[in-house]
């Protein structure tokens, strides 16, 4: 059984969660280009403009309809700046589940914005999407990470012994892969206490049929 993401916008009491479009090339590629980015994910360094629109104007929009994946910006409600990127990856519709992930820009750290927009795509997963597991993968250094998959509920399921590749920068500015081990995190529509309903009933999720 496979399924399509839908075009979808999430509110929360700070953010709107939405797709990417071409406006986003800027501030994205400044995002990714951040050292905490260049360390734990595997994202390209340096991350060139060239880069964020391929991804925007074809991954992204390629991972939605073939359902493996969903990527959202996080935007500030006040400001519309971005501040993060929320990502659905390895989705399977048999066993409903899914991997998230999640970046938060340096402007806009300490905030709680990645919980929080976590938090709201989980919910959204479970009543709208009808998933029965996320799961959530933090490189064993990372407690930043860490702290956003305890805060949102999620349960500790165990360590995937060397199984990540981080990066250090080396003396010479150059990057130098790190290998290092997962935490696995998992999230169940249980885990949440019903707030998915609350978000739900408050009109938290919009849908988008006509984006592309």
């Known amino acids: 059984m496979t399924s399509t993401f839908p075009t979808i916008s999430i509110s929360t009491e700070r953010l709107v969660l939405r797709p ?7 501030a994205l590629t400044e995002m990714m280009n951040d050292e905490q980015v260049g360390a ?12 964020a629109r391929r991804w925007i104007a074809e991954y992204a929009p390629t991972e939605r309809v073939a359902g493996r994946g969903l ?16 990502q659905l990856a390895k989705t399977n519709w048999h ?5 998230l992930s999640y970046i938060v820009a340096p402007w806009a750290r300490g905030e709680g914005y990645a919980s929080e927009a976590a938090l709201a ?9 009808k998933l029965e597991r996320i799961e959530l993968r933090t490189a064993a250094d990372n407690t930043a990470s860490q702290q956003v998959a305890q805060k949102i509920g999620c349960i500790s399921e165990g360590v995937l012994r060397g199984a990540c590749i981080a990066r250090a920068r080396a003396d010479d500015g150059t990057w130098t892969d790190v290998r290092t ?31 592309n």
């Open 40 to 51: 734990w994910t595997a994202v390209p360094q340096p991350y060139s403009e060239a880069s």
């Open 95 to 99: 066993v409903r589940s899914t991997e």
């Open 71 to 86: 990527d959202l910006a996080v935007t500030e409600f006040l400001t519309q700046r971005l501040v993060g990127v929320i």
């Open 181 to 211: 081990d997962y935490i696995v995190w998992s999230l169940l529509p249980e885990d949440l206490d019903g707030a998915g309903e609350q978000l739900a009933e408050s009109g938290g999720f919009t849908s988008y049929t006509d984006w």
């Open 121 to 129: 795509t989980a919910q959204w997963l479970f009543t709208d999407q």
């Open 20 to 26: 990417f479009d071409e406006d986003d090339v800027p």
